[in-house]
T-cell receptor, first 113, second 113 residues
Framework: GDSVTQMEGPVTLSEEAFLTINCTYT??????LFWYVQYPGEGLQLLLK?????DKGSNKGFEATYRKETTSFHLEKGSVQVSDSAVYFC????????????FGKGTKLSVIP | NAGVTQTPKFQVLKTGQSMTLQCAQD?????MSWYRQDPGMGLRLIHY???????DQGEVPNGYNVSRSTTEDFPLRLLSAAPSQTSVYFC????????????FGPGTRLTVT
């Protein structure tokens, strides 16, 4: 079945540091890939998406590129801020009537001033 | 728009008690879902619905019932609570053609003693 593996946290960075959160996936066919973010005390919200190989999703300074050859979708940001402190979830959607998003376990990011 | 609302925010139950977690959305979304979030486990799908009168099981349905009598509401019932059901529960909704972009409620933190 489909699965998503993302790096274990927690990750602690200083403000303005470079961020990478690794995500790899296993799926049949050609899934779409997503990053969701959960700020403290809130539900998840979609951060960015990529629907086919070599697509780059971007939003709020975050980027991720859909790499079919390495089955990866790593999240990056060049300069993190304290307000980026949250839990980040990688997810995939196979579509074709599956009606289910498959989430990774989440990576908690803390950014310190 | 209120988006996705969940009640209650917090609940403590004794083993064997029953209760219903409420979820409502005002975006006219066809798709609604329930997840549980546990430390180190990420989000796991409990049940979902693709429209009024239609529900299906997700990854971890045992111990939970759902029904969907209207487009707006999707309650989750715990018939006989167990300590293993201590978790944070999220309801989410989306358009049927965009299940990858789900809108999440703020969550219900349930403790079963």
């Amino acid at each position: 079945g489909d699965s998503v593996t993302q790096m274990e946290g927690p990750v602690t960075l200083s403000e303005e540091a470079f961020l990478t959160i690794n995500c790899t996936y296993t799926a049949t066919g050609y899934p779409s890939l997503f990053w969701y973010v959960q700020y403290p005390g809130e539900g998840l919200q979609l951060l960015l998406k990529a629907t086919k190989a070599d697509d780059k999703g971007s939003n709020k300074g975050f980027e991720a590129t859909y790499r079919k050859e390495t089955t990866s979708f790593h999240l990056e940001k060049g300069s993190v801020q304290v307000s980026d402190s949250a839990v980040y979830f990688c997810a995939l959607y196979s579509g074709a009537g599956s009606y289910q998003l498959t989430f990774g376990k989440g990576t908690k990011l803390s950014v310190i001033p | 728009n209120a988006g996705v609302t969940q009640t209650p925010k917090f609940q403590v139950l004794k083993t064997g008690q029953s209760m219903t977690l409420q979820c409502a959305q005002d975006m006219n979304h066809e798709y609604m879902s329930w997840y549980r979030q546990d430390p180190g486990m990420g989000l796991r799908l409990i049940h979902y619905s693709v429209g009024a009168g239609i529900t299906d099981q997700g990854e971890v349905p045992n111990g939970y019932n759902v029904s969907r009598s209207t487009t707006e509401d999707f309650p989750l019932r715990l018939l006989s609570a167990a300590p293993s059901q201590t978790s944070v529960y999220f309801c989410a909704s989306s358009y049927l053609g965009q299940v990858y972009e789900q809108y999440f409620g703020p969550g219900t933190r349930l403790t079963v003693t």
